[in-house]
């Protein structure tokens, strides 16, 4: 019997969740659920595609609803929602509001008797893990995250809102002296400015003033003007040639003391250095899947995040095999 | 109310142990037992020493029993004796007999309704919990584990063992260019010699033959044969100087391909650098101390591992601080 997924939403997250449930052995690809007309939506793979008003009525063929939507408006309304009907997952990443979407989510599981995971990922996700684990190990100490090399669909979305600007890519770069800083246990300070560095690649329209351009770059409030930011104009042809790819990654790390007089440092680095970050976020989505799908069959239920799901529940193995594989 | 801790053994790893708990604002160190008279035994701190004879004694004024002996001889023995009557956690890392001392611990743990966990550390230990989650994630993928730069005891035994040998210290060094292949994704294949390189810091007697010394460490099957060995022979004052740290560390490393057609390449890299090998993991142990006591305290009972513990129970703060904090 094969975990049945389904995938609501079918943007670039979707896709790659598609791609992942097809590569897990222990997993079928039920369908896709879609706002838009299904006639519409063409998947990579020849799995069916239903409109979202449906939904219900595939609630029994469903094991596990994987929801592709943004965190902004989508996330906030369809999870605490679907949960009421399905084991769900979701990747909500706006970190601030975790808590209020912990407790809407948790409401409607509880209710329903089914295990909803939210915020699953890299940050948060795998991030989150790394931090919790580094701390827990080595209280007396400071850990720090860097972002990149990577896309920023935020700050690349804001330079296309800037007039004279076509298309434009924002990279999010981890500055090299920092991340030694920080290795050495030093347990430094740092500005914004002194941890990333942020690099632009713009077509600008023809006949815009690059200079300003480039200062209205520069300058934008919290993107970029507490940041060191270089700017690259160049050809459409360039960006979509050199820059059409979503890369994206990052470093935890925590340096902490122990030794009855704290003599002895100690380095955890925990990095990620992905081609394709929505890819890497729904591979780590699915395995949160299976696990969310094993733990209801245990009969947990509620909001859970990745702090609570035991490493076990996440392989397709059996805990005895990967006792004796892996341990 | 404080978790009480009692450490079974007092080597280094007992020591480590001390100091970890005397830094967990949580816990209290109840006391030490040893098999040594206790009047010979001098903690760091001011804790009290028992004789092990008299450990039933203090059943109910133990949470948890960390016990610190050895894996060839001790724990095989000590772990399911003791789960007969103790919360208990162990670091016993004999990978090949890990399932048989889980049975033995299991059948123990599940008729005295207490929690015992075994192998932790850093391998087995965090470094098994980091090819788990990589391997879920990255199914379509291939892990690397290296070890160092570090001290090997076992490899620093083998040298001491030799006819004209004094003392001695032997680091396994990873090799940088097998590092570099795997972050590649190309999936390598290495031979023993190609991943690890294995350098020696002798003392060798008066009058010693250095050039058999150098000869026997060089072709000793399984300990050296099949590694590149440098051998230098020191004094007794520099390798005391310059070699009396015990530091370790390591990598794991997992490169997968994602994609409908596997276009998309992804590396995670999680990395330790320790100034201290025992005490890190007597750090490890310490957290996993305090999973158990939690996860006893709601019910659970029997043999647990690292792959069995969701990772909010090994922080002293509460679900609800860790998801607004470092979710």
Redesign the interface.
Known sequence: MKIKIGILGYGNLG??V???V???EDMELYGILSRRDPSSVKP??NTKVFKIDEILSHKDNIDVLVICGGSATDLPVQTPEFAKYFNVVDSFDT?AK??EH?ENVDKSAKSSGKVALI?AGWD?G?F??????A??????GKDYTFWGKGVSQGHSDAIRRIDGVKDAKQYTIPIDEALDAV?SGSNPEFTARQKHLRECFVVAEDGADLNRIENEIKTMPNYFADYDTIVHFISEDELKANHSGIPHGGFVIRTGK???NN??????????????NP??T???IT?YA?AVYKMNKEGMKGCK????????Y???AS??D???R??
Chains 1, 2 share one sequence.
């Open positions: 896709k790659g598609e791609c992942s097809l590569n897990s990579l793979s970190h975790i808590p912990f915020s948060p795998m989150s893990l790394n931090r919790l684990y701390e827990a190990v080595l209280p007396n290795r122990t030794g009855f003599e002895n440092n100690h380095v955890i680095e925990y990095s990620l250095k992905l081609d394709s890819e890497f729904a591979s780590v395995a299976r995040t990745v702090f609570d799901v035991a490493p076990v996440l392989s397709p805990a005895e990967l006792r004796k892996i341990l």
